[in-house]
């Protein structure tokens, strides 16, 4: 049994930092990417940063040069440093754990909510 636990998220002013963390529980031996997402209220949740089994990273255009993901094997964890953060990066934040085989199965976990107060 895959469990994903975040953690970090916070009411920060603009441009200030967070990190979230997200420690993964159980067997994730042959995942395909881990990754954050984001949903702000009335929208979908979309896709922030992605990071793969062998360490490529991914960004959306609005967090590059903002954002890192990271990843500690030893720890099963992820990490997103948010810098500069923006009021538009208020959201619930997800992440998720991704397996492509034997067919695509998506983990997520319990969110953590980012405020960013003007």
């Known amino acids: 049994q895959v469990q994903l636990v975040e953690s970090g998220g916070g009411l920060v002013q603009a441009g200030g930092s967070l990190r979230l963390s997200c420690v993964v529980s159980?067997?994730?031996?042959?995942?395909?990417?881990m990754g954050w997402y984001r949903q702000a209220p009335g929208k979908e949740r979309d896709l922030v940063a992605t990071i793969t089994s062998s360490g490529s990273t991914n960004y959306i255009d609005s967090v590059k040069g903002r954002f890192t993901i990271s990843r500690s094997t030893a720890k099963n964890t992820v990490y997103l440093q948010m810098n500069s953060l923006k009021p538009e990066d208020t959201a619930v934040y997800y992440c998720?754990?991704?397996?492509?085989?034997?067919?695509?199965?998506?983990?997520w976990g319990q969110g953590t909510q980012v405020t960013v107060s003007s």
């Open positions: 998720n754990l991704r397996f492509t085989w034997p067919r695509v199965s998506d983990y």
């Open positions: 159980g067997t994730i031996f042959g995942f395909n990417a």
